[in-house]
């Protein structure tokens, strides 16, 4: 059995910089100047055990060049074979490059940057771009704990040229968002999610499969949340109708992340996501969020390669959206001139965030928080004491 393991050996306990990933932007070139040290990597990331093949998952084969041969199945495969990169027509050492260029920079890249960095062409780079996103998929991760704030925000209706306010769905999208509350105005870790419309059949099994059972949720009056104590959960409610406060004093937290999430469309992908990919933006919106304190490029860039190689991900993991969108309802002469109107708007406001380089997570940090006058623990009754 032929494997290249003890040059990075990859099944470590605790990983290192400079050992099992690069640390730096030198270690990165030094490691992976040619195709062959790329192969090298990605094939002691996969079988870091030794080689298992990816057709029949016999242990066990040799290696011939950038091949292996699987004497069980008779078959030849590669490191890429029955993974998120298979069949692909750019070279291993774009896609590191890639997943590199996405991983070192907090904010993440749009499909525009790659492409004229790497050399690439816009559709190759989107595609790398949304198979990487796909490994953010926030599915596995443990549910949320303690007091959780969660409200919903509505995405889309300006840029369609449609002002309606409101839960209205014509031609927005429905995010719910769910942060855990820490002391003062801290947000702990956070979930997002589309959902078809704001109901209770909608929202309920969301927030069962993320947030813990027992755990206290602060929500508006909204009656997507009634049958919320029934499902096992503390439930807070602050009617925004009968409250002095706004939304944004009551709910802070899903107001930032509400807000920050827009700022990140806006700033790294300049607007221009399409509703039917948002899903996958959001994982790596969320992604990015919930490691904003321990974020280490190369351990990001470690991750995302062992999510990308993961067998059969292409075939198991959801490939495009989950909710179907409604269509959006803008035709003739009219709605095109709002259209245009609209998207000028829209690219000033694009241009301007960009130059101000609005968007730091480090905000969120160092700001400090200032007392608050609305706590949602004054809302509980004291016979049930939030954990
Ligand atoms: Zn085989």
Request: charged share 20%; net charge positive.
């Given at each position: ?45 996969r079988w870091?055990d030794g080689f298992v093949c990816p057709l029949c998952e016999e242990v066990g084969g ?6 292996w041969?699987c004497p069980s199945c008779?078959r030849?495969s590669?490191?890429?074979t029955r993974t ?226 993961e067998r059969d ?75």
């Amino acid at each position: 059995m032929e494997n290249a393991a003890g040059r990075w050996n990859l099944a470590p306990r605790r990983l290192k910089a400079g050992r099992h990933y690069p640390g730096t932007w030198q270690e990165f070139i030094a490691w992976f100047a040619t195709e062959t040290g790329c192969h090298d990597y990605l094939g002691d990331l996969r079988w870091h055990d030794g080689f298992v093949c990816p057709l029949c998952e016999e242990v066990g084969g040799h290696r011939t060049g950038m091949r292996w041969w699987c004497p069980s199945c008779r078959r030849w495969s590669s490191v890429t074979t029955r993974t998120s990169v298979q069949q692909t027509h750019v070279t291993l050492q774009t896609w590191l490059l890639a997943v590199w260029l996405m991983s070192s920079d907090k904010r993440g890249v749009s499909a525009t940057f790659l492409a004229s960095s790497l050399g690439i062409d816009y559709r190759t780079a989107w595609h790398i771009l949304h198979k990487v996103r796909l490994t953010f998929s926030q599915e596995d991760r443990d549910p949320l704990t303690g007091l959780v704030e969660i409200d919903e925000m509505y995405l889309g209706g300006q840029d369609l040229g449609n002002n309606r306010r409101g839960r209205s769905l014509a031609t927005k999208a429905c995010v719910v968002i769910a942060c855990e509350c820490k002391r003062g105005k801290v947000i702990g870790r956070i979930r997002m999610g589309r959902l078809e419309d704001s109901t209770h059949t909608s929202l309920e099994p969301w927030m069962q499969r993320h947030v813990e059972k027992g755990s206290a949720i602060h929500t508006d009056g909204h009656s997507g949340y009634v049958n919320l104590k029934t499902l096992g959960y503390r439930h807070i409610v602050t009617s925004m109708t009968q409250s002095p406060h706004p939304a944004h004093v009551v709910f802070p937290r899903v107001h930032t992340i509400a807000s920050l999430s827009k700022r990140w469309i806006l700033g790294t992908h300049h607007g221009g996501i399409h509703p039917q990919y948002l899903d996958p933006y959001m994982d790596e919106f969320v992604f990015r969020f919930n490691r904003r304190h321990s974020w280490s490029r190369g351990l990001v860039f470690y991750r995302v390669l062992q999510g990308l190689l993961e067998r059969d991900a292409y075939v198991t993991r959801p490939q495009v959206h989950r909710v179907p969108l409604p269509k959006p309802a803008t035709t003739g002469t009219q709605a095109s001139g709002a259209l245009k109107t609209s998207k000028r708007k829209q690219d000033a406001a694009n241009q301007k965030l960009v130059e101000d380089e609005l968007f730091t997570w480090a905000e969120l940090d160092d700001t400090e928080a200032p007392p608050t006058p609305f706590s949602p623990l004054s809302e509980l009754p004291s016979s049930e004491p939030v954990r």
